[in-house]
């Protein structure tokens, strides 16, 4: 059975004094809210009618949800707003004529709703609409996709409250359910007019604002998409899509609401993937609104080869994987290029050899949810592994190591062994010493 999962966050890249480290953060989730038990059939709520029949109700509301998707795309305004309940408060109206606006300008390739009527809120749970002739809150996703980025589209949650007044179906609220567990998916254009800048190999979305910060992006994004495919040449599109949004309240709608973004420059992201079938949706790489401007061209560039990575590998990466394989191999590719020695690249690591020798162990997943130089240490102990392994078995020999730690989750010690021996032939001691030993020719 393909095992279907949402992953939020694969590898967050942080800008430090004294250089350019690409530190790893653990998963980040949407926040989840207990729903309250789904119904196959509602009556409206406090009102005596009874509900039509699911299958005829569910018609209806489709057809609605098709009519304003296909507004959106041949960019017919007042059929868009048509969907909209007449007597919505005017913030959800005027939201909702701003959205079709900001989308001007994105290369919107696909654009529908999917609903699902037996995934629909119990009527008791909710609100009381005056002069609503039905309430109904079936499970419906927005399904997206970007021309030139998006080999197949992607699904993502909208929390639709949908009313119907003289027999016709409208969208009444998309944050009515929030207390009881619909949440709606934002999307950079729920935040302002977008713009987009294309490159042959993908596409760089953000707003009037950070114009130049995306043409400076889009300038280098082919060529990361490139240095990646040179290390990870098959399992992926070799497409990419880079988001800079205006606010951390952007960004944390975009990476989950829980996620440190003051902290980060970047993170890849991914709503769906099936690791069975090699298959991922709706990746994207999203950089800061604070701090991504700051970064040199030199730090741009590994930032960016480091998430790429990501992305290429993430259909093949299962959750759990050691977390010292996976980001040490993102930040040897995305180093590889740069000729910045490990010394350099590894700050705290070298002035820890210097002081206190080689590390006893390779670095734990605890430490890769730790903050600050525990964090910094674990990512560059992380990033001198990958370096060890392929500056003395070769770079094929760290890609065979990745596929295979990757793919076998979350394993223990013994494990570990059993998988190390035939792709490098060290069992974990052996490659421990055989990694202190390079630290101490090439640091100490």
Known sequence: MARLRALLVAGVAIALLGGLALVAAPPA????????????????PNQGAVAPPSGERAQAAQS??????????????????????PHAEPAFRDAQRALFANLAKVPVREWSYTLQPLRSLDPSVLPNVPGAQELWAPEIDLVYALRGADPSPTHRPMGYLL??????WFIRSDTDLLGVGRRTWRGPWDFGPCVVVTTARGLVLTHPAREAMAKRVAAELDGAVQSVSEVWPTGWTKQAVVILPDSNDEMKALVGPNFPVESVVAVSVADRVDTDRG????????????????LSVTALRIVLRHEFTHIAARGSTVDGSPMWVLEGFADYVGYRDSGIPLAQAAPDLNASMLTSGPPAKLPSDEEFRGQGRTLDMAYQKSFSVARFVADKLGEQKLIELYRVLAKAGRVGPDKIDELLLPVVGLNAEQFVAGWQEYLRETLG
């Open 29 to 44: 989730r949407q926040e989840a809210v207990q729903p309250p038990p789904v119904t196959q059939s509602s009556a409206p």
């Open 163 to 168: 009313v119907k007044r003289a027999d016709a």
């Open 279 to 294: 298959i991922a949706e709706g990746q994207r790489v999203v950089m800061s609104a604070t701090s991504a401007d700051a």
């Open 64 to 85: 609605m949800l098709r009519a304003r998707a296909e507004a959106l795309l041949r960019r017919d305004e007042q059929a868009f707003m048509a969907s909209v309940d």
